[in-house]
């Protein structure tokens, strides 16, 4: 039931008196993404797309028919439009402009309270209908797993890819006005909702072949990216402005924890990005790595630290030294060493800056000539870094060590997010149990090798150089 047939029959005839009728032509634009909300229309005849046109082509979000509104939310507060609108063929179009139907209902109180209380039911409604679906698997949810959509057997893949694909956005689309009204109801809609979509997806996945499933991933990256891109991580992780994935923006904004995004429905979208198994291990680990280098700072020595001037770590370390300790900063990227901030004041010319190739150096195709230090911190270089290359780097870093050195090396586990963080926001990463991440630093000649504890995927090990 749409909100003009929830109105007392004299109250619909005076609404619909009061609007003005036109028609669009197929393709023509009704509304822009950007432009401020506040009027509201009606499908009369014909159907309108809502699309997404910032990427090419550009995706249909979803199609709304004969008796649908557009823009009814928007009239509360005058969100800014999330998306265009456009007729998917002729049109008929009822419009109601905000500022004359806000002063009708003022003008005509039991006008305004039948509205008000039809919009409110219509809200309350789409709430409960989403909750139901939610409890019952959503689509195809009888006979599965709780919590995720059943996939059917007999449903060709691509079918099964689409089913997955038409739950989530309906219920993003869903969760999108209800966030204006109730932010803690669609905080666990749009949560569950992706929780359940990658869950599916996951099992998809594992029934396709390779060439099958890359298939799958660029139509769901293609599909999904714009919402993806609403939040402020995934939009970091997906623009990539120094064109590689674990961009330093993308990590700062990681390790702060807060949720940023386009609108309402980019800030959810965020915020459960940052609450996963990977983002929650990332931060944990950058805060007892920083944690057990300054409980080893007490007397004095050389420092050398690879691969932390992204997440801030490096500053935060320099301070902690102080001028007791003389330090060497390595880094693969040349621009991250001259970023404004980098050091703290009065470091120089303590600190000793020193542009490497890690990848050469990873691969044998290069050597590191650091001298000998007391304390070597490396943060999220092995994210990146296979079984071989990573050994060949730690056998260089066991020779920059002094005899009882010690050596603080961050990596990640295994988590249930893997595939959400290589397979959508496009940052692969190399995954390491807490047993293999110790063997692989013995090998390379550490001794009283020790996991420590972390949250979420997050690994930390401790070792000492004999």
Not at 81 to 101: F, P
């Amino acid at each position: 039931m749409d909100l003009l047939q929830r109105l007392p029959p004299a109250h619909r005839e005076r609404l619909v008196g009061a609007a003005v009728t036109f028609r669009l032509g197929r393709g023509e634009v009704l509304l822009r993404r950007g432009e401020r909300g506040g009027d509201v229309y009606r499908v009369a005849e014909g159907q309108l797309e809502i699309i997404d046109s910032r990427v090419d082509p550009p995706v249909v979000l979803d199609r709304v028919g004969t008796g649908a509104f557009v823009g009814e939310m928007s009239f509360l507060d005058e969100e800014m439009r999330s998306a265009d609108v456009r007729a998917a063929e002729e049109t008929v179009c009822q419009h109601w402009a905000r500022d004359r139907l806000l002063a009708m209902l003022a003008a005509e109180p039991d006008l305004g309270h039948s509205f008000y209380r039809a919009l409110a039911e219509l809200v309350n409604e789409r709430s409960r209908g989403f909750r139901a679906m939610a409890l019952s698997g959503g689509i195809g949810g009888r006979g599965g797993r709780a919590g995720a959509p059943a996939l059917s057997p007999q449903a060709s893949f691509e079918e099964t890819e689409q089913q997955l694909l038409d739950a989530l956005r309906r219920r993003l689309m869903e969760a999108e006005p209800r966030a204006r009204l109730d932010r803690r109801v669609a905080r666990v809609e749009v949560h569950e909702a992706l929780d359940r979509f990658t869950e599916g997806l996951r099992e998809l996945l594992a029934r396709l072949g390779r060439e099958q499933a890359e298939a799958a991933l660029r139509r769901v990256r293609h599909e999904l990216h714009p919402y993806l891109v609403r939040s402020h991580l995934a939009e970091l992780s997906l623009v990539r402005p120094r064109g590689h994935s674990g961009d330093p923006e993308a990590l700062r904004h990681l390790l702060e924890g807060r949720a940023e995004g386009d609108g309402a429905l980019g800030e959810l979208l965020d915020e459960w990005l940052l609450a996963l198994p990977t983002a929650r291990g990332l931060r944990d680990r950058h805060l007892r790595l920083a944690q057990e280098a300054r409980a080893r700072m007490e007397e004095p020595g050389r420092l050398l630290l690879l691969h932390t001037a992204a997440t801030g770590g490096a500053r935060r370390l320099l301070e902690a030294a102080g001028p007791r300790w003389a330090c060497t900063l390595v880094e693969a990227e040349v621009e991250l060493l001259g970023a404004p901030g980098l050091l703290p004041p009065g470091s120089w010319p303590r600190v000793e800056l020193r542009h490497e190739d890690l990848a050469a150096v990873a691969l044998g195709d290069a050597r590191l000539e650091l001298g000998q230090h007391d304390l070597v911190v490396v943060e999220g270089l092995l994210d990146y870094l296979p079984d071989r290359p990573a050994a060949t780097l730690l056998a260089q870093l066991r020779a920059a060590c002094a005899p009882g050195a010690t050596l603080l090396l961050a990596g990640l586990g295994p988590s249930a997010d893997s595939g959400t963080w290589n397979d959508l926001l496009e940052w692969p990463t190399v995954r390491r149990t807490a047993g293999s991440l110790p063997g692989l630093a013995r090998r390379c000649g550490f001794s009283e090798v020790q996991a420590l504890p972390c949250e979420g995927a997050g690994l930390l090990l401790r070792a000492q150089a004999p």
